[in-house]
């Protein structure tokens, strides 16, 4: 579990320290104060700085670098991967640099580097090496073959990212388990990978449960496929008294994002959750239970979670659910210094900011 979390540069936080986490981590604040990077960062950092989990980052905010390789056009996938930077700013310093983790110690760092060709002095070969501007400005003397990029420095490895690559890009093994739900997650391919993981098992007793959340007539889920591709299975439902099954996308959005998080909670096992906007989907009167599913799981799974929200009624609910302590409100603010986090670490204070319409938007 995180005790602590930092960030630096990165999109629109230039300097963000969380001195202390709890088990369930609600964060709160108006739109673009930087809730959702906060997730990003984490899913970056329990990547260890993937590659693929970097771009389909980029992806989900507008910013597919692949469109840059499609053009044959370095410039547009390097515009791409700027916006990671905070202000977009284009600087290969050594001293300009992103960095994520539980402390500048323990982190993952990201750098704008040059990328080129050296002899290996032993064997003769040539072998990739990457240089800040400093580097430059000295005695290197880049070849015509250089080419720009990203260099990305974990605990464990460095990996590079030339702008200008074609291909699929490489996947790291995952650091930790975790499971990254987005605002408008409401994939089939992937729910059927993950009902699949845990079918059959006591944990699934979990899924009808939340299910039961918006409609409790439902007794049973499975994942079929209409069309005979197994990659095209969607979820299905029988109900209480009848012996018909009913596609589950028939029956609203608020019970597949149920679906969705129920799902992604029981198969981060041991690991972590990143939720972006609790309530998408959900009315006012069901978050209490789906808190009460979200509390009750990640204390038995051993899952450290961390949710957004601009929402009073998920605040309300949450500290109705968050009896014994274990969460934590995380308010974002915009100051002059930057985006700064107030914790709320006594329920007391959270009831207190509910009841009285605390500002989060």
């Not at 005695?139 to 464990?156: A, R």
């Not at 994942?223 to 029988?238: A, W």
Request: proline share 1%; aromatic share 8%.
């Amino acid at each position: 579990m995180l005790n602590s979390f930092c960030i630096h540069n990165f999109k629109n936080i230039g300097d963000l320290t969380l001195s202390k986490l709890r088990r369930v981590n609600l964060i709160v604040g108006r739109n673009s104060i930087g809730k959702s990077t906060l997730l990003e960062a984490l899913s970056l950092y329990l990547s260890d700085g993937d590659e693929l989990n970097l771009r389909d980052t980029l992806k989900n905010r507008g910013e597919n670098v692949e469109s840059g390789w499609r053009n044959e056009d370095e410039s547009i996938a390097k515009e791409h991967y700027l916006s990671l930077f905070k202000d977009w700013e284009e600087n290969y310093s050594k001293s300009f640099y992103i960095l994520i983790g539980e402390t500048k110690e323990k982190s993952i760092r990201i750098s704008q580097v040059f990328i080129d060709y050296v002899n290996d002095e032993e064997t003769g070969n040539r072998k990739t090496k990457v240089f800040h501007q400093e580097d430059i400005q000295g005695e290197v003397v880049l070849t015509n073959d250089y080419s720009e990029g990203l260099h990305i420095k974990t605990e464990q490895d460095n990996r590079i990212i030339r702008y200008s690559r074609r291909g699929i890009g490489f996947l790291s093994p995952k650091k930790v388990s975790y499971q990254m739900v987005h605002t408008m997650d409401f994939n089939g391919s992937t729910n059927a990978i993950l009902y699949d993981k845990i079918s059959l098992s006591a944990l699934e007793d979990y899924i009808i449960r939340a299910l039961n959340i918006i409609n409790p007539s439902i007794e049973k889920i499975a994942f079929i496929s209409e069309d005979g591709r197994m990659r095209e299975r969607i979820p299905v439902v029988s109900l209480k008294g009848s012996d018909k099954r009913v596609r589950l996308s028939s029956m609203g959005d608020g019970i597949n994002r149920i679906l969705t998080i129920i799902l992604s909670l029981l198969n981060a096992k041991n690991g972590y959750l990143l939720l972006d906007e609790f309530e998408t989907g959900l009315h006012y009167s069901v978050q209490k239970q789906l808190w009460d599913i979200i509390f009750l799981l990640s204390n038995e799974l051993n899952v450290q979670v961390f949710v957004t929200s601009h929402s009073t009624d998920c605040l309300r609910a949450f500290s109705q659910t968050n009896t014994e302590d274990n969460g934590l409100l995380i308010r974002l603010e915009q100051r002059k210094s930057g985006v700064v986090p107030v914790c709320y670490e006594d329920n007391d204070d959270i009831l207190y900011a509910a009841e009285n319409n605390i500002e989060l938007r």
